[in-house]
């Protein structure tokens, strides 16, 4: 069997880590019987590439990889710096649609796939699998991972609509809608109830062949005495996981728990800076903040394996997603603070993991508290741990298991005689 993946994250993308996804499903789906073929972007369209990546991102034997002239609306169709907006809507890539599609059916004519599949946050993606489904008649399954347009965001209107009418064209057409939280599928099932039974979620993973790398790389003893080190790994996005009520929790301990353990706090590849600088500063706590560059991906998991702790960030506005750091961070085995709102989501995953430690982003007297409780612990060699169980079952092999299920009924249900 077959699957035409379009999706403009994949390798050597290594802006974001949703590019994580549709890798390991390429790779995990393989020994289940679906080979991909891949439409995806020319290099050249990504922000930040990374190369070195490429040990872990070795695809499987009968992978094909397409990779068309991929337009871009900043950097080719801008004059002196700008644009017009309904070029970049619903993204900047949506010039991409008709090469995307030409691409597509080039491969379904030379390689005849089964099921098509296609990959959200680049929203183009599901507008060129929604032509190519048209096209071909081949069944397809949308994988939004987190809502599109939902309460408050987008914050332009005139983007928000053109985001609402690609999940209309997506409902109209697609076999099945794929989330990455029961939440976010909820969210859907309500807005469009006759599509409800064809909502499936398929959560995020780690990928375990990864981590086995990652532990094989050399590791640096902290010299003794040396400060604690908490690690946010990933981006802080300002609309989203602000860290200005944390600044202010640290600048309550401050004063409060001047007996603390030495510690402070690492950002890898926050991508927002500027922003996180500005709210330490205001907050007189810079002098704890090392703000430190993005790693290649193997790199940054042994980071995580090393960490004293682990910190995650999800604001209240996000309360039917999970960031997909969240199962690498389970899989690192390292002590967890969260903070999200503990009936949300991402606190309600972190607590099933045994995650004893969840505060929520925007209450800087539960943070301090939950801080106090961390470095304590920490120092004392008794922090909780994620459940062994939890992890075993985050594994993103387990996950292609239940995509491979997804296409296989899409698949029977499109040959079955009307």
């Known amino acids: 069997m077959r699957v035409l993946m379009i999706s403009f994250q994949f390798p050597p993308q290594a802006d974001t880590s949703g590019v994580q996804r549709v ?39 009968g992978t094909v990889v397409h990779r068309p002239f991929t337009p871009d609306a900043k950097r080719h169709f801008a004059l002196a710096g700008r644009y017009p907006a309904w070029l970049a809507r619903p993204d900047r890539w949506v010039a991409w649609v008709p090469v995307a599609v030409a691409a597509g059916l080039a491969a379904v004519r030379r390689e005849r796939p089964q099921v098509l599949w296609s990959s959200y946050p680049i929203a183009s993606a599901h507008l060129a699998a929604h032509a190519l489904s048209r096209l071909t008649g081949l069944p397809w399954v949308a994988d939004f991972r987190d809502p599109m347009a939902h309460d408050g965001y987008p914050a332009d ?85 602000d860290p200005g009520a944390l600044f202010e929790a640290m600048a309550r301990l401050r004063r409060s728990h001047p007996g603390l353990p030495a510690w ?36 940054a998991l042994a980071e995580m394996l090393a960490a004293d702790a682990l910190l995650l960030l999800q604001g209240a506005g996000c309360n039917d997603q999970i960031p997909a750091k969240l199962y690498e961070y389970l899989r690192a085995r390292r002590p967890i603070l969260g903070l999200a709102d503990p009936g949300g989501a991402t606190g309600a995953a972190l607590q099933a993991a045994g995650v004893p430690l969840v505060a929520a982003l925007e209450d800087p007297a539960a943070i301090a508290a939950a801080l106090v409780q961390c470095l304590s612990d920490v120092q004392q060699g008794r922090a909780v741990l994620p459940q062994a169980d939890a992890v075993a079952a985050a594994s993103r092999r387990q996950r292609a298991a239940q995509l491979a299920d997804l296409f296989e009924t899409v698949r029977r249900d499109t040959a079955r005689p009307a």
């Open 23 to 61: 890798l390991r499903f390429v790779q995990d789906l393989a020994p289940l019987g679906w080979d991909s073929s891949v439409v995806t972007a020319r290099a050249s369209a990504y922000e930040r590439i990374d190369a070195t990546n490429l040990p872990a991102a070795v695809l499987p034997p």
């Open 157 to 241: 209107p005139a983007l928000w609509r053109s985001f609402r009418r690609v999940e209309e064209r997506v409902f109209a057409r697609a076999r099945r809608m794929v989330f990455t939280t029961a939440g976010a599928a909820a969210l859907y099932r309500a807005r469009y109830p006759a599509r409800a039974a064809d909502c499936a979620v398929v959560p995020n993973g780690y990928d375990e062949a990864s981590f086995e790398l990652a532990a094989a790389r050399p590791r640096v003893a902290r010299p003794a005495g040396a400060p604690l080190r908490l690690l946010h790994s990933g981006v802080v996005y300002p609309e989203w996981r």
């Open 264 to 299: 402070g706090l690492d950002f890898r590849a926050a991508g927002h800076e500027a922003f996180v600088q500005q709210r330490a500063g205001a907050h007189g706590v810079l002098d704890q903040l090392r703000l430190l560059p993005p790693l290649p991906y193997v790199d």
